[in-house]
């Protein structure tokens, strides 16, 4: 495997023979539904040196196949859609449904052309953009309604009942996937003028066809194979494998701490990325993006720590008054043996006729 | 603990120093929590807080992240240790005692003008119940806090009906927390109880308050001290007490901490009472009392 920023020397025929090469050697060129639905983490991979954005095709298969497992999800959306106070954004996309060429809440994947340049060889390569079910993702851990969540499988799902579409889940997502449909959710029954703004749609990886043991749409769907799914260890092997066999590039293994989606390609990711123009809807592919959170780490592990912190303090301040009460004790006694033995001293001295000096 | 009385300053000490420690690290910490869960929502550029001098970070939700995190450390620690310090001390003044419910109804009905407040112990039975409801509430938060902390750091797929019920307890806990934080401060505002505000600040407040409104405490006080002159006098049963040892006594009751003596202890108070037990001049209302404004 290369470095993202150094360019493959391989021609077109190379580069389509080492892909089906890897494919029929790996023996995962279709995984069996038992995988896709067998415990632990699941990850998809998405190889670009397959994918050719199903050229006669007028909507590309996978993203046609989302849109039809994903048509009715959205329910019927409030109209008039509540006009949020103070600021008064309002995004409606249900008028716009039919868009499939960039990420909305009725498109949860869309294939962006990418044409760079390869050693002076213009080549083509096509890229399915949708949510990378990332392995401490953001926007799941932080929602502060726990509307969206990393499931035990690894998909990242947002529960459209629960989420008040404030969009937090977009602002900590370093492609900013998740997209908004006002006039819909639960925040129309609670104050929809001052609170939440709609419900936040995006790819939940066929949770539902996952647990009735289907693939999802999307894969199902592609003709050429270029993705895949299974354990989240086989796929990895079989990316890194397949970028090195065709001594190529891997993105989303490192990327925002790592991820559930692995494209391989025989273009580097800097110059796919090159290519896209981040904008709403429209995510880049920048290489090693980091993880938002982890500048939040240290202080998480110090408040883990705090409980055991205070606990010892407590027990020290508590055992040091002990001792200290006792030290007081004994001191005090001492004092009132002394006294005692002055008194005994008058008391003789009286009798004597004495006094003590 | 360290209460006692210095007659000559016209004060009672009511709070050590670790006692004022605790509570404004638990307060400021706790203001700090309620600020950066709040930013925790997305209403910072919504309502255009973060174009507030200053407030730029509200919309971050890293930075306030960071903020709810580092005043968390104050928090729990603070709460942890305060538990784990009285809980071995053995201070028990601000638990619950029978009645509590009912007198405190008579005593919030006295802010108002109807009837008279009874004589108070250190604490009042209000504030009895308040330190119980803040401490569950605090419990709630801190318990479901520090899962989800756990959640963010280690297990972003921890099952989702135990992160839902974390979220939702700090949510809930949230919401009881500010009302709570709003109330306490609301009662502390309440004319009668302003003269505590000093206490809570310095460390003591004024003895003849105290001896009007919290007469139990004071005899609780003045008890413990008696109770250190019996024992002086039972080590020498034989002998009257001499010249000296009454000077000591008197010094007793005048400045002697009730730690050293007391049995059974309040956070800062000596052996609770019963009403009755105490002398029937302290039994009285003490509603006549001229309160400090």
């Given at each position: 495997m290369k470095k993202s920023n150094e360019l493959p020397r391989l021609s077109r025929r190379a580069f389509l023979t080492a892909s089906a090469g890897a494919l029929a050697a790996s023996g995962l060129a279709w995984p069996s539904v038992a995988q896709a639905k067998g415990a632990g983490k699941l990850a998809t991979l998405i190889d670009l040196n397959l994918c050719?954005?199903?050229?006669?095709?007028?909507?590309p298969a996978c993203v046609a196949a989302c849109k039809t497992i994903n048509?009715?999800?959205?329910?019927p959306v409030a109209d008039p859609i509540p006009v949020p106070w103070p600021r008064k954004t309002v995004e409606d996309w249900s008028r716009k449904r039919e868009v499939f060429d960039r990420l909305t809440p009725y498109n949860y994947l869309y294939v962006h052309q990418a044409d760079v340049d390869v050693d002076g060889v213009p080549k083509t390569v096509f890229v399915p953009r949708r949510c990378?079910?990332?392995?401490?993702?953001a926007c799941a851990t932080i929602c502060p309604f726990a509307a969206n969540h990393k499931h035990e499988n690894g998909a990242v799902v947002i529960d459209q009942d629960l989420c008040?579409?404030?969009?937090k889940c977009k602002a900590v997502c370093p492609w900013e996937i998740p997209q908004r449909q006002s006039g819909v959710g639960i925040y129309l029954h609670v104050l929809p003028d001052y609170m939440g703004n709609g419900v936040m749609y995006k790819c939940d990886l066929c949770y539902d066809r996952l647990g009735r043991g289907k693939e999802p749409g999307c894969i199902e769907a592609c003709p050429q194979k270029a993705m895949l799914i299974g354990p989240r260890n086989e796929m990895l092997a079989e990316a890194e494998r397949r970028a090195q066999q065709m001594n190529g590039f891997l993105y989303g293994r490192d990327e925002n701490g790592g991820t559930s989606t692995f494209y391989v390609s025989p273009v580097p990711f800097d110059r796919i990325n090159a290519t896209m123009k981040k904008g709403p809807g429209r995510p880049d592919m920048k290489p090693g993006v980091e993880r938002r959170m982890a500048g939040t780490d240290s202080l998480a592990k110090a408040v883990l720590a705090a409980p055991a912190v205070g606990i010892v303090a407590g027990a020290a301040g508590a055992l040091q008054w002990l001792s200290d009460r006792k030290a007081r004790g004994e001191k005090d006694e001492k004092k009132d043996e002394k006294k005692d033995e002055k008194k005994d001293g008058k008391k003789d001295g009286k009798k004597d006729g004495k006094k003590d000096v | 603990m360290s209460d006692r009385i210095v007659r000559e300053q016209n004060r009672v000490i009511r709070h050590s120093v670790v006692e004022l420690a605790e509570h404004w690290t638990v307060a400021l910490s706790g203001l700090a929590l309620i600020v950066s869960g709040m930013f925790q929502l997305p209403m910072g550029s919504r309502y255009y807080i973060n174009s507030i001098p200053g407030l730029a970070?509200?919309?971050d939700y890293m930075v306030s992240l960071n903020v709810h995190y580092a005043a968390s450390i104050l928090f729990v620690a603070a709460a942890l240790f305060h538990t784990v310090y009285h809980g071995l001390r053995g201070d028990r003044g601000l638990m619950p005692r029978k009645g509590d419910l009912l007198t405190s109804i008579e005593v919030i009905k006295s802010f108002f003008g109807e009837g008279k407040e009874p004589p108070f112990h250190k604490y009042l039975p209000e504030q009895r119940l308040a330190y119980v409801g803040m401490a569950f509430i605090i419990a709630m938060l801190i318990v479901s806090g520090l899962v989800k902390t756990y959640k963010n750091l280690y297990a972003p797929d921890l099952s989702y009906a135990v992160v839902l019920w974390a979220t939702w307890a700090h949510n809930i806990g949230f919401v009881l927390f500010v009302l709570a934080f709003v109330a306490h401060i609301g009662a502390i505002l309440l004319k009668p109880n302003r003269p505590m505000l000093r206490g809570i600040l310095t460390g003591s407040v004024r003895l003849d308050y105290a001896e009007h409104r919290h007469p139990l405490w004071i005899e609780e006080v003045e008890g413990a001290s008696r109770e250190v002159k019996a024992e002086s006098a039972a080590m020498t049963p034989q002998e009257p007490a001499g010249p000296e040892q009454v000077l000591v006594a008197a010094d007793a009751v005048q400045e002697v901490p009730v730690e050293e003596q007391a049995g059974d202890r309040d956070i800062g108070a000596g052996a609770p009472k019963e009403p009755g037990e105490a002398g029937s001049d302290i039994t009285k209302p003490c509603g006549e009392f001229p309160r400090e404004g």
């Open positions: 050719d954005g199903c050229p006669n095709k007028e909507v048509r009715d999800k959205i329910p990378m079910h990332c392995d401490n993702p008040f579409g404030g969009a | 970070w509200s919309a």
